[in-house]
Nanobody
Framework: QVYVEESGGGSVQPGGSLTLSCTAS?????LSWFREVEGKERELVAT????????????????RFTFPAYNADSDSADNGKKTVHLRMNNLKPEDTATYYC???????????WGRGTTVTVSS
């Protein structure tokens, strides 16, 4: 089963930026970022295909969050691990949440979740 791990969360002032990273232990069909605030449903932020081609940004992310270009030299390893980054700009207090990465190994596979990384936006 694919293993998923997030990193890059932290505290930032409004208007600041953070880059989240998600490392998958092997090839996958699709990777998605979700976020969750306690007491609310987990919501989709953005999705990228395993080959880095198709990218989908929800209204949460449009104009502020992006998947930077994949760098094979720094973001992949001989053992098949692959890291995808999510660059988040112009962060707002309402972006405060725990961000989760999920990966589907195949198009029909259920998602595998990481443990999450916390983002706090406050002055």
């Amino acid at each position: 089963q694919v293993y998923v791990e997030e990193s890059g969360g932290g505290s930032v002032q409004p208007g600041g930026s953070l880059t989240l990273s998600c490392t998958a232990s092997e090839w996958y069909y699709e990777l998605s970022w979700f976020r969750e605030v306690e007491g609310k449903e987990r919501e989709l932020v953005a999705t990228i295909a395993g080959d880095g081609g198709n990218r989908h940004y929800t209204d949460i992310a449009k104009g502020r969050f992006t998947f930077p270009a994949y760098n094979a030299d720094s973001d992949s390893a001989d053992n098949g691990k692959k890291t995808v980054h999510l660059r988040m700009n112009n962060l707002k207090p309402e972006d405060t949440a725990t961000y989760y990465c999920s990966v589907r190994k195949y198009g029909w596979s259920p998602p595998t979740w990481g443990r999450g990384t916390t983002v706090t936006v406050s002055s």
